[in-house]
């Protein structure tokens, strides 16, 4: 495919201020030769690898900036889950390798590290249940570490006992670092069938299947479709809506394939090794800035507010939408592709749960649509382990049934209830705390085993 770069350079400015912009490159690098059995030796290995092979990561990205006037917000890290890295470690030599993945984040300037990670959809090792303890840890005393579980798929169902686990390991997190609000939840993510190439924080990592280093692309652009929707008019019909839709993701995932090819090719040139080019995730993520909403887009189609009725067709739209008009422009697409709905960093959505129109059972519902789940919510910081497992238990029932990603990014703030609002700051934005059921879930949620895969996992 032939990249015109004046071509992207003028939608770029034309899209300018709809807050159009790359969220992040994301350079993934395999530590799977940094494995032995001297936790020394291990952490040396890491600590070189990631520091040789993303040297040149930040100023190149930046030189790409510069070059295309395209602002590229977060540079980042995904490296190989380190439950398979160190497995067989105990809990202290995990949280000490997470204070060496920030070391190294920190020496080579991005903003976060992802991938203190294990994959334990079918059952745990000795080294996995060692991370899942060291997360709380591990996370309050670093600044850029993400840590992520994937605890269920539609080919093995859902580790019940790993979710508990997840749980408890969420409410820890909250009390380690209440002073900043709970803030470490954040930087944690459950999944249920995660995917090996996400480029977005906190669920990234560099899967097993990955090559030695790889960049991937998550753009952005909520701003950029709300213009879409708002050029058609409140007349034209689902059809019309779908095709402005699709024209302006096909642009902005075109701009994400030329700055992913051109990133991977500068930093094998400047690393002297290959680094591939990967994938364009073809997300919507929004931020806390007016325009830049999701929330705003589904208003933008005829909804009084998120959470009317038909909040969740409207939803199916846009997604569906943005993955035709961007499936044409990339030549790889991967990652979560779709619809991010955290509350949190959208601002239209922050106010649509503080006048009480949406629900943690609407966004529930909402979740089997979009592309990932339960994001950045805030809830009661006395909310149970139970309960968090069994919102966790629901959440991810959506993913292995339906065969698609699903996650949970819940975050009991410590000492706040419902009607209290924190701010977090950036990216993040603030968060009300929202309503959770009060009826227990402590019998079910304690069950423990794995809950059995569905029929369509029976497709060979």
């Known amino acids: ?36 059995r001297l936790p020394q030796t291990v952490r040396a290995r890491v600590y070189d690898k990631i520091r040789r092979t993303a040297a040149h990561h930040v100023r190149v990205t930046e030189e790409i900036e510069s070059l295309f006037g395209v602002r590229i917000t977060n540079k980042r890290i995904a490296v190989t889950p380190i439950a398979l890295v160190a497995d067989g470690a105990g809990r202290d030599v995990f949280i000490d390798l997470a204070r060496v993945l920030e070391a190294a984040a920190a020496d080579v300037g991005v903003d976060y590290i992802a991938g203190f990670s294990a994959l ?112 058609v008019g409140p007349d034209a019909d689902f059809g019309t809506l779908a095709d402005a839709i699709k024209r302006t993701a096909f642009k902005i995932t075109r701009a994400g394939e030329l700055i992913g090819h051109r990133c991977a090719e500068q930093l094998s040139r400047k690393t002297g ?18 325009g830049d909403s999701i929330a705003e887009i589904l208003t933008a189609m005829g909804l009084e507010d998120v959470g009317a009725p038909g909040t969740t067709a409207a939803l199916a739209l846009l997604n569906e939408s943005v993955k035709k008009g961007g499936l044409m422009a990339a030549r790889y697409v991967g990652g979560l592709s779709g619809a991010f709905i955290p509350v949190a960093e959208d601002e239209a959505m922050v106010r ?16 089997a649509i979009c592309s990932v789940g339960l994001d950045m919510i805030a809830l009661p910081g006395d909310t149970p382990v139970e309960t968090i497992a069994g919102i966790m238990l629901d959440e991810f029932a959506i993913g292995m049934v339906n065969n698609k990603t699903t996650s949970c990014r819940l975050i009991p703030v410590a000492g706040k209830q419902v009607g209290d609002v924190v701010d977090y700051g950036g990216l993040l934005g603030r968060a009300p705390i929202m309503p959770v059921s009060a009826l227990s879930s402590v019998p079910f949620a304690r069950r423990g085993g794995r809950l059995p895969a569905p029929i369509r996992s029976l497709t060979n």
């Open 1 to 36: 495919m032939h990249y015109d770069i004046r071509e992207v350079i003028d939608t770029v400015q034309m899209l300018e201020v709809e807050h159009f912009d790359i969220r992040t490159i994301t350079l993934g690098i395999s530590l799977r030769d940094c494995s032995s």
């Open 120 to 231: 334990v959809e079918k059952g745990m090792t000795a080294g996995d249940r060692a991370l899942i303890d060291a997360l709380p840890e591990a996370l309050a005393g670093t600044e850029r570490v993400c840590g992520s579980v994937n605890c269920g798929s539609t080919a093995a169902g859902i580790n019940a006992d790993a979710v508990l686990a997840m749980a408890r390991a969420v409410k820890e997190t909250a009390r380690l670092t209440a002073d900043r609000n709970s803030i470490g939840c954040a930087r944690l993510v459950a999944f249920c069938n995660a995917v090996q190439d996400n480029p977005f924080v906190a669920g990234a990592f560099h899967g097993p299947s990955e090559p030695e280093a790889t960049i991937n692309v998550g753009i952005s652009g909520p701003g950029v479709i709300l213009r879409a929707v708002n050029e």
């Open 273 to 290: 090794t290959p680094i591939s080019f990967g994938i364009v995730d073809i997300s919507l993520a929004p931020t806390p800035a007016e």
């Open 352 to 367: 649509a749960a503080l006048r009480g129109h949406i629900s943690l059972e609407k966004l529930e519902a909402m979740t």
